[in-house]
Structures are given as C-alpha cells and as structure tokens.
C-alpha cells in the first residue's frame, strides 16, 4: 500500500516544519496527478494512524487529484484527458500529445495561529 509509505513522508515533513516553527499544523494539503494516484480513503486512514500520538493527531489531510492534460495535434486544443474516452473534445481526434503528468507533492501546511 503506497499510501502507507506517502502518509509516513508527509508526516515527517510535517513534524519538521512543525518543530522549527514551534507551532501546531492544522491541515496540510497533498496534490497528486493521475499517475501518482492517491486513494484518498487509504492515505488519510493511514496519515491518522502514523500521526497518532504526534502534535499531527486530528489535523485535517486534503488530497488534491490533479487531472491529465493533453494536447491535441489537430486542433491544437488543450484538455483534460479522460481516459475512458481519449478523444479530443473539440475536433473528437484520437491523435493527441499527453502532457507531463503532474507529480506529488505536499502542497500546503496551515498552522495555528499563536495567540
């Protein structure tokens, strides 16, 4: 289960974060793309059982799936790529350029503010 293995380094990158500034994380926000996948279900189970005991416990984990782009070669559109069905949206062409996907990262971490 990579979640298991993603949660662990995001949490570690926390706590690093969280240790210099001396404060409480509140929320972190992970991006993935659609071949860095994340089952969201699975990576916050697994961010809250590694967190437990730690000043992450009950902080809120958002995944952010970013979708694949590509770019067709006919029309020269740029889309989202379903793959279910890989069409061009525009001129319905199958003849298209899959652009980088998008890769992950912790994009964000939200910590209480001191009061």
């Known amino acids: ?4 293995v993603v949660a662990e380094n995001v949490l570690r990158t926390i706590l690093e974060h969280a240790e210099k500034l001396k ?6 926000v992970v991006s ?5 996948a994340l089952n969201e279900e699975a990576m916050k189970f697994a961010f809250e059982t ?7 416990q009950g902080m809120l984990l958002q995944i952010r799936q970013i979708p ?3 770019s067709c070669r006919a029309c020269r559109t740029l889309f ?3 793959l279910m069905t890989p069409l061009c949206p525009q001129c319905r062409s ?4 899959i652009e980088p996907d998008a890769p992950l990262l912790l ?8 009061q």
């Open 1 to 4: 289960m990579h979640e298991t």
């Open 23 to 28: 404060a409480r994380p509140v929320r972190a």
């Open 32 to 36: 993935c793309g659609q071949f860095n």
């Open 50 to 56: 590694a967190a437990a005991g730690t000043v992450c």
């Open 68 to 70: 694949l782009r590509a």
């Open 80 to 82: 989202e790529l379903n």
């Open 94 to 97: 199958e003849d298209f350029d």
């Open 107 to 114: 994009e964000e971490i939200e910590f209480e503010d001191k």
